[in-house]
């Protein structure tokens, strides 16, 4: 709890997260005039009603107050400069802006997420601000996601739910083997996977050297075994043969590879990849896979390593 | 643009973003009442003043109308439910939530990113709804990021920007081989790179079709060369060692990679990696390498590929 400080109370109101729109108007010369607003919201449905506040300090206020309307503007995600601009001294705020005039008068832009033209319904003085009520008298609305406002930041909700929903998931899977046995953990309903653990900016070294440490000591990173993508989950994985100083860990158990063992590991791609183990120890020579969960190539590697 | 109907108009309503609020006050026997609203904003700092709307056909309206005061709680993103909880006909919604008594008396939820406890300072009727103009006589505010809403659903930018921020980026490039010669890229400042490219969900597979596709016919995807990450840029890189039928490209020239030619690879990752390449390629031997920016291991492969 606070006293009431106008900074401190500014912050706690920056905490409810806003649209941001233009509001605009034409002055009694019939120049366009427009200010940014977050302070806006729908009142009623039934008659059609919306409000925005205007400081008493703006020097719009007059022009706002004795407007026959005033038209909002929603600003969509990719209007920032616009939001900037309309919110900052600039000479001539509607040069920088595609705009044309709405069917009641103030001006619309364009790209907006929706505008609102209306004309004025009521004013209500409200301490330092006055609040606009507008009846709107014509509107329209795009599919184009809006522009927040957040503790004096945008934010682009939409966009960084595109960007996350396209970007690649990075999987890393440890293969630690003790004499041909693989250390395998129980799932649901009796199924077993390879140790496998989510990549983030830590990076993989990072990530596997982490998702070893959960299983014991004695366990060496080692060399890729398996570059392969996941198309239906829209993951990437890769897999390390890693090597236990004995068979013991903290979660999962040591197993030899045999078919009733490989028939309970669910994801198919990790399947194949131990039945190529299994065969794979059975020659003693082991190979680089890549490719995706039901198909690619293998390439051999010499059994001693290089390092550089 | 469209004639009012009310159904339209309310989703042009919604394309302005907001947070979700859970509005309470107690009824004249003291029982707690409380909504969801998203039609709140801040109005005033001096006198300190803040709004929100509320339906005349709620059965709330007349609670609301006459208590002496409301308190406005601005959810946190993790409080869906308790707007779901606040949104339906439930019996007793303050069951579901940890709440006490502001100081002004209007119960006041836990975990919130903000609560104003308020004085009744104006009612304003508007069309459908009555406006509710509190004086806030109390409230305080926490770092934790607010719940928003747009167009029907929830939003929740912070989370997503940390899931973002979170993920490791996944980068594949193509190192172009033709008799020696390798094709390289001319970027700012007279540097020098390989053909690169973000992975998004398509995979890497795809990725690096495209990728090749982009410098022409003839060029066949070939094996993994190196595996790397990028700690300093917190990405993760695979490298695949292709083939060119003719040493042609829409972008970039092929050429022999002698120190001037090395010393132009901005990226000292893939300089290294380059470096490498030619010595493999006097000696005729490719192996798979894995490590980080700075250092890493080498898996010699043997000439011929295997397939599965």
């Not at 059609?48 to 400081?55: N, S």
């Not at 004013?123 to 014509?138: C, F, P, S, T, Y």
């Not at 609305?141 to 939409?158: H, I, M, W």
Request: a negative charge; glycine letters at 10%.
């Amino acid at each position: 709890m606070s006293a009431i400080d106008p900074r401190t109370l500014r912050n706690a109101f920056g905490t409810f997260m806003t649209g941001v729109t233009v509001v605009t108007t034409r002055d009694p010369e019939g120049k366009p005039v427009g200010f940014t607003a977050n302070s806006f919201t729908s009142v009623s449905l039934d008659p059609p009603l919306v409000l925005v506040c205007l400081a008493n300090s703006s020097r719009n206020r007059s022009v706002f107050a004795e407007a026959p309307g005033f038209a909002v503007n929603i600003l969509s995600e990719g209007q920032k400069d616009i939001s900037n601009t309309f919110a900052r001294p600039v000479e001539d705020r509607f040069e920088a802006v595609t705009w044309r005039d709405g069917p009641f008068g103030a001006p619309v832009l364009d790209g907006v997420s929706a505008w609102f033209d209306c004309s004025r319904h009521k004013l209500v003085e409200a301490g330092d601000h006055v609040i606009l009520i507008g009846k709107v008298e014509a509107f329209d609305d795009s599919p184009v996601p809006g522009l927040g406002y957040a503790r004096g930041a945008y934010v682009t909700p939409a966009m960084e739910a595109r960007a996350l929903a396209s970007q690649a998931e990075l999987m890393v899977s440890a293969l630690i083997e003790y004499q041909g046995e693989v250390l395998l953990i129980p799932g649901d309903d009796d199924s077993l996977a390879l140790p496998v653990a989510r990549v983030g900016k830590e990076g993989v070294s990072a990530a596997l050297a982490q998702l070893i440490a959960e299983h014991g000591a004695g366990i060496e990173p080692g060399f890729i075994y398996a570059v392969y993508e996941d198309d239906d989950a829209g993951c990437q994985h890769i897999s390390f043969l890693c090597q236990a100083a004995e068979p013991v860990s903290r979660h999962g158990t040591f197993k030899t590879l045999v078919p009733p063992v490989l028939a309970k590991i669910a994801d198919p791609a990790m399947r194949t990849m131990l039945e190529r183990f299994a065969a794979e120890s059975r020659i003693g020579n082991f190979g680089v896979y890549y490719g995706n969960q039901v198909s690619g190539k293998v390439r051999p590697i010499a059994a001693g390593s290089g390092s550089q």
